[in-house]
T-cell receptor
Framework: ETGVTQTPRHLVMGMTNKKSLKCEQH?????MYWYKQSAKKPLELMFV???????ENNSVPSRFSPECPNSSHLFLHLHTLQPEDSALYLC????????????FGPGTRLTVL | EDQVTQSPEALRLQEGESSSLNCSYT??????LFWYRQDPGKGPEFLFTLYSAGEEKEKERLKATLTKKESFLHITAPKPEDSATYLCAVLISGGSNYKLTFGKGTLLTVNP
């Protein structure tokens, strides 16, 4: 595998479910990001990690919980989501947080019923 | 409030018909402007970074330019494989080093 991978690619969940999104980068980067992309809206930054430490939590509801166990892996834990949380969730990485050439994964298409 | 506006929202071109996409910004202190390409079902792919007015970058049929208020992505003699959504993002002074503010994108369709 090369670049940034995300699993699953598609996820359908009920509002009471708990699920997790996974991101893995094979680029040796130190910074990882979670973005939300909704239809007709710009990409929204959710979380930023630098060397496994969270450096940004962009006013994201607590029903989204990130985890970065090491610099190659990033998770987004989901619980009690709302239908309006349905979106494409994109993971990205960069060499470090000051390097704005971000490499994106293919995204997880999330549908909340 | 800082804003990034892309126009048009959608653009249809015939193969070989050159055109330009616009990204205008109203931000206080631009540190960098970024262009990305996004294909359906994929994440954005980095194209260019521009840092100062007058700067230009080229890659194949694409050329990005920057003024103090806007950036253009010029597409010369496009081919159907250039069809994608093109995203513009800005990095502003006084903010974090990594918080890009994105526009909504322009959906480009190039017909053969």
């Amino acid at each position: 595998e090369t670049g940034v991978t995300q699993t699953p690619r598609h996820l359908v969940m009920g509002m009471t479910n708990k699920k997790s999104l996974k991101c893995e980068q094979h680029l040796g980067h130190n910074a990882m990001y979670w973005y939300k992309q909704s239809a007709k809206k710009p990409l929204e930054l959710m979380f930023v990690y630098s060397l496994e430490e969270r450096v940004e939590n962009n006013s994201v509801p607590s029903r989204f919980s990130p985890e970065c166990p090491n610099s190659s892996h990033l998770f987004l834990h989901l619980h009690t989501l709302q239908p309006e949380d349905s979106a494409l969730y994109l993971c990205a990485s960069s060499q470090d947080v000051a390097d704005n050439e971000q490499f994106f994964g293919p995204g997880t298409r999330l549908t909340v019923l | 409030e800082d804003q990034v506006t892309q126009s048009p929202e959608a653009l249809r071109l015939q193969e070989g018909e050159s055109s330009s996409l616009n990204c205008s910004y109203t931000v206080s202190g631009l540190r960098g402007l970024f262009w990305y390409r996004q294909d359906p079902g994929k994440g954005p792919e980095f194209l260019f970074t521009l840092y100062s007015a007058g700067e230009e970058k080229e890659k194949e049929r694409l050329k990005a330019t920057l003024t103090k208020k806007e950036s253009f992505l010029h597409i010369t003699a496009p081919k159907p494989e250039d069809s994608a959504t093109y995203l513009c993002a800005v990095l502003i002074s006084g903010g974090s080093n990594y918080k890009l503010t994105f526009g909504k994108g322009t959906l480009l369709t190039v017909n053969p």
